[in-house]
């Protein structure tokens, strides 16, 4: 047997106090979790290893005792950097640095995967102009999500008269990574799994650094058996291989269709009901105008607009492309954020970034946590929770049109769609509109100078930001425009003389 397999046990003692480790896995995709429970049981039982430095481009794990939260532990630890923690309230994790227990910084995904191609290559510094005049900006905040956070890990700098973040490139001693299927050597597949999350930018950039790789993998094949156009990791980035032989393929029962192995016929997908999702989904489905148009689509709400045009059999010519590689076909449910069912390509993140950043995107439907006056948005803080900005960042940079869907009003709402038309019932505990964000996610004046067109697209109302503020452009039919919306917006906002009733096919 090959030096290079061993237990999870063994390979987590590969893991030395202080390391900076980069782990892979998005939400529960492609998640290395039996190699982090091991390190977990080591620390809880040794204390060993402790005052770790975490990076992850995306968020790995998403539910109790799974991923991330295996670091939940007073000095496992250190600093933790990556693209966000949880959207979860109960999340350890979050609590540790909601409490100051843990140094943490948020970097928007695509810089991220970049940094570790530049670190791949031996590069001290990644430059971008993605995240200018957002909370990653040092003049915002330079990505701190605490008050224990103070080192500045991005300064600004000034290239031939163009602003650019710079981020200081850091070492890295072990990657942590999944694949389905490795050989004897080490080499490593993906053939049944969705998604590939930069795993050999992750192990690459360990190997430049003189560090170690370790791979979860579900089985092992023959030395020379697999094909060679399917390795995606070699063997000579590999240093340990962990055999879990039960782990469930990502995507579950959607696993074929997720990979392309199979077709799926969208006929299946379950329909909407008729409530205030349903509506705004309809709305935001008539901003995709005349096809082709290539459509990203954020957490929440977003992700499901899809099934609108399923329904409508409006889908020719839209493409929807993923930040996390997925291109054609249509999303899966929500605990398989990041892959679409039937689609045409497979593509790794560092190279959808590179996509993204080139301008290729016409729409972006994203949520939204709250937005102010000025038309900026906020996504990675607020109302308690820190999901951080996950490819908001990347994803809003460059597409020429914004469209951010939510509820008016979120936290107990009661509103229902009865009779052809809203019945608020309840107002929920808070409004998406407010006088400042709490956090710059995406800033409204940077994005309207490059061009770009913000809408907010709510159940009652619809606003574009422009240069003099917001803009009521489209009120739902029985909605009261004083009592039902601008008593709850905490700001002046310009009624549009040509403000219109919103479709009332949008609420039958």
């Known amino acids: ?11 987590a003692e590969l893991v030395k106090d202080r390391d900076t480790i980069v782990v892979c896995g998005c939400e529960n995709l492609l998640l290395p979790d039996r190699i982090l429970s091991a390190l977990e049981e080591r620390f809880v039982s040794t204390g060993h290893p402790r005052d770790l430095t975490d990076i992850h481009p995306v968020i790995y794990g998403m539910g109790e005792n799974c991923g991330l939260e295996h670091f939940a532990h007073e000095g ?10 949880s959207f979860l309230k109960t999340s350890r994790t979050s609590r540790l640095v909601r409490e100051n227990k843990l140094e943490a910084y948020v ?22 102009d993605v995240g200018l005049d957002t909370f990653v900006d ?14 500045d890990i991005v300064s600004l700098v000034n290239l031939g008269g163009h602003p650019m973040l710079s981020y200081k490139n850091p070492g890295i001693n072990v990657a942590i990574i999944r694949a389905q299927t490795a050989d004897e050597n080490g080499n490593l597949t993906l053939e049944q799994e969705p998604v590939s999350l930069g795993i050999y930018s ?11 790789v370790i791979a979860q993998v579900n089985r092992i094949a023959a030395s020379g058996s697999l094909p060679p156009k399917r390795v995606v990791v070699p063997s000579i980035l590999v240093d340990a291989v962990v055999v879990e032989e039960d782990v469930p393929l990502s995507g579950g029962r959607l696993n074929f269709a997720l990979t392309g192995e199979n077709r799926m016929p969208l006929g299946r997908l379950e329909r909407l009901p008729l409530d205030i999702r349903k509506v705004i989904l309809r709305r935001a489905a008539m901003e995709i ?22 329904e409508n059999g409006t889908m020719d010519g839209v493409t929807f492309f993923t930040e996390h590689g997925s291109l054609g076909g249509v999303p899966g449910d929500r605990s398989n954020f990041g892959t679409n069912i039937n689609p045409t390509a497979l593509m790794d993140p560092t190279q959808v970034f590179q996509a993204f950043r080139g301008g290729l995107l016409d729409l972006s439907f994203l949520g939204c946590g709250q937005m102010d006056r000025h038309g900026n948005v906020n996504v990675s803080s607020f109302n308690g929770i820190v999901p951080g900005c996950g490819g908001f960042v990347d994803i809003a940079h460059k597409t020429k049109k914004l469209v951010f869907c939510a509820t008016f009003s979120s936290g107990g709402a009661d509103i229902a769609v009865e009779d052809g038309r809203l019945n608020i019932r309840q107002e929920g505990r808070f409004f998406k509109l407010v006088p400042e964000v709490e956090q710059i996610t995406l800033n409204g004046r940077n994005a309207r100078s490059k061009g770009q067109t913000i809408l907010f697209i709510t159940e009652r109302a619809v606003f574009r930001a422009l240069d003099d503020g917001l803009h009521l452009i489209e009120l739902a039919d029985g909605v009261d425009m004083e009592r039902d919306v601008l008593a709850h917006i905490p700001f002046p906002v310009t009624v549009d003389e040509c403000c219109r009733k919103m479709d009332a096919g949008l609420f039958v």
């Not at 995904?109 to 791949?120: A, F, K, V």
């Not at 992750?202 to 170690?212: D, L, Q, R, T, V």
């Not at 990203?296 to 607009?305: K, M, R, S």
């Open 1 to 11: 047997m090959s030096q290079k397999i061993m237990t999870r046990q063994e390979a």
């Open 202 to 212: 992750m192990a690459a950039a360990a190997k430049a650094c003189g560090g170690k």
């Open 289 to 310: 105008g005349q096809p082709p148009k290539t459509v990203n689509l954020g957490v929440g709400i977003p992700g499901f607009l899809p099934r609108i045009l399923v």
């Open 107 to 128: 970097m928007p995904m695509g810089t991220l995967y970049r940094m570790l191609q530049n670190i791949s290559c031996g590069e001290p510094y990644t430059l971008t």
């Open 76 to 85: 496992f630890l250190t600093r933790s950097i990556g693209s966000g923690f």
């Open 138 to 151: 040092p003049r915002y905040g330079g990505g701190k999500f605490n008050s224990r956070t103070t080192e």
